[in-house]
């Protein structure tokens, strides 16, 4: 009986542990990598003086050179206005600091004890232990920063999503250096409400935050008319474009990173064109098939010609939108080369 306890509580623990290690969205430490599939726009941090306050001495050293905070508990908006109105995509705010958040930039002049690598462009930094909540405002289905770190190099990022449930994403995983900034992002199915950063010693060295980019759709690949290269349109079509919306995996035989069928086929559109409808349905004309022989099933759905070529550049961009079933967006671009008439 006592073995079979045992053998119980293992099996438990073991499926736990495994659980624990499934994460929602994927963890990017090359930016390169994450601009690639995240589609996310940079959000330019405000002017290092945009914030009314100047709380520092400026002995023994020039600290009121090229910085300004703001009471800690309003935070900073980005991109603008500094001093949150409402209207900011991002709020961010220290809750383990003292009374202030700062902007501070190049020529921000603490020794490098207190600020280690010096800025080379707008930095928020706290007052105190240097924890950062990011609270994104419409929610966010991908984001990168630059985090600033310092001589402990030991953060954790927990992402919170829309639905309350969480990734963690430890200093183990994230593998920062020692006083550099280094790129980390996130992309996700899941909307993500929140970003939280937990570093260990910035009240004895800053850390900080940087160089923030965020997207408000969850970014795919599509394939206009698969199988052909170049994706070449008669001006003249009178007929529908063949668009797929591809089902990827993250690596051969790991998590989905992306599954087509979970795609409201009415939500689909190409360059604002909605997919063709027919009968007195008006059956959505999208279907499930594996476009690019990799083993999974992706959607194709057929946009009408007529209404798509309004005009005839040579050549330009597909830009695909659409929401799942769930209601996230998503979207997706493809190249085109229109073909005029003779």
């Known amino acids: 009986m006592k073995r079979f306890i045992w053998f119980v509580v293992v099996l438990a623990l073991f499926s736990w542990a495994g659980t624990a290690r499934a994460q929602t969205a994927t963890l990017f430490t090359s930016q390169s990598g994450f601009d690639a599939v995240a589609g996310a726009t940079s959000l330019a941090l405000p002017a290092t003086t945009s914030l009314g306050g100047q709380p520092f001495s400026p002995s023994p050293v020039p600290f009121s050179v090229n910085y300004s905070c703001i009471a800690n508990g309003t935070g900073i908006g980005i991109p603008t206005p500094a001093a949150p109105d409402g209207t900011e995509k991002v709020l961010v705010t220290a809750p383990a600091a003292g009374g202030w958040v700062c902007l501070i930039g190049p020529d921000w002049s603490p020794p490098l004890t207190n600020t280690n690598p010096k800025p080379t462009g707008p ?78 010693g910035g009240g004895s060295q800053n850390e900080g935050i940087s160089g923030v980019s965020t997207a408000e759709s969850f970014q795919v690949q599509i394939d206009i008319k698969p199988g052909s290269d170049p994706n070449s349109i008669s001006c003249s079509s009178k007929g529908v474009i063949p668009v797929a919306i591809l089902t990827t995996s993250i690596a051969a035989g790991d998590s989905v990173d992306f599954d087509a069928s979970t795609v409201d086929p009415t939500t689909v559109a190409l360059n604002g064109v909605k997919a063709k409808v027919v009968g007195k349905k008006e059956q959505t004309l999208c279907h499930l098939e594996d476009v690019d022989a990799d083993g999974d099933v992706d959607m194709v759905c057929q946009i009408p010609t007529y209404d798509f070529l309004t005009d005839c550049p040579s050549e330009g961009f597909g830009e695909l939108t659409a929401t799942t079933f769930g209601g996230a967006p998503i979207s997706g671009t493809d190249s085109i080369r229109f073909v005029p008439d003779n």
């Open 123 to 200: 930095t928020i930094v706290a007052n105190g232990e240097d924890d950062y909540l990011l609270v994104f405002k419409p929610a966010v289905y991908a984001v990168g920063l630059e985090l600033l770190t310092n001589s402990s190099a030991a953060e954790a990022i927990t992402l919170t999503f829309t639905d309350s449930t969480t990734d963690v994403f430890a200093d183990s995983v994230l593998e920062t250096s020692a006083n550099t900034f280094e790129f980390v992002g996130f992309k996700s199915p899941k909307a993500i409400a929140s970003l939280f950063v937990n570093t260990i």
